[in-house]
């Protein structure tokens, strides 16, 4: 993909979906330890394009191989930070019960995601490496139609974050009348 943000669906969704045992911050912020690759390269690299110089063949992030142990180091290296992702998934009303495990494969998944969306829009990601040649999902999609699958994402995951915070509001009044009706009821008992 051109831009980051384009992966950001289909990872959200998925772990919305899958909430209860993938980590939603680890599957979404994954994709940008992935396309550091790609700013490296376009940082560092001047020229003519090589077979040296491809951005996605920089460090191989983009691969299963290297890309999966980026991702699930990078989850691991999120869970100190877990009691700050915490308050953001509380802001916005979403449970957040983090293990290092559920966010090291979260890592590998998001990471996974994001080389597969990649292996099919762009020539030169090399999903298999070292198998520099085979790539199965090159072309599977027209690039139009990739970013129109992850917009189609975005816009579930909208769907399905705004049903679940619905839920969670039903959920919070009906507790909320519960615990007044104890309550007069412990009056009227005194």
Not at 62 to 68: K, P
Not at 164 to 190: C, T
Request: proline share 5%; net charge positive; charged share 15%.
């Amino acid at each position: 993909m051109p831009f980051t943000p384009y992966h950001f669906g289909p990872s959200g969704f998925v772990g919305l979906v899958f909430k209860k045992w993938l980590d939603l911050p680890v599957l979404v912020l994954v994709n940008v330890a992935i396309d550091v690759e790609v700013l490296f390269h376009v940082r560092h690299t001047t020229g003519p394009l090589t077979h040296w110089n491809f951005p996605h063949q920089v460090f191989h992030f983009h691969t299963l191989l290297v890309g999966g142990i980026v991702g699930a180091v990078f989850g691991l290296a999120l869970f100190p930070f877990r009691n700050i992702l915490r308050k953001i998934m509380n802001f916005l009303r979403l449970g957040y019960k983090p293990t290092a495990l559920m966010m090291a494969v979260s890592g590998l998944l998001g990471a996974w995601f994001h080389v597969i969306i990649d292996g099919i829009y762009h020539w030169d990601v090399q999903m298999f490496w070292p198998n520099r040649r085979y790539r199965p999902l090159w072309n599977l999609l027209t690039q139009s139609q990739v970013k129109d699958v992850c917009l189609a994402f975005v816009l579930a995951m909208a769907a399905l974050y705004a049903i679940l915070l619905a839920l969670q509001i039903r959920k919070n009044r009906a507790n909320e009348k519960l615990g007044s009706q104890n309550a007069n009821l412990n009056e009227e008992g005194d």
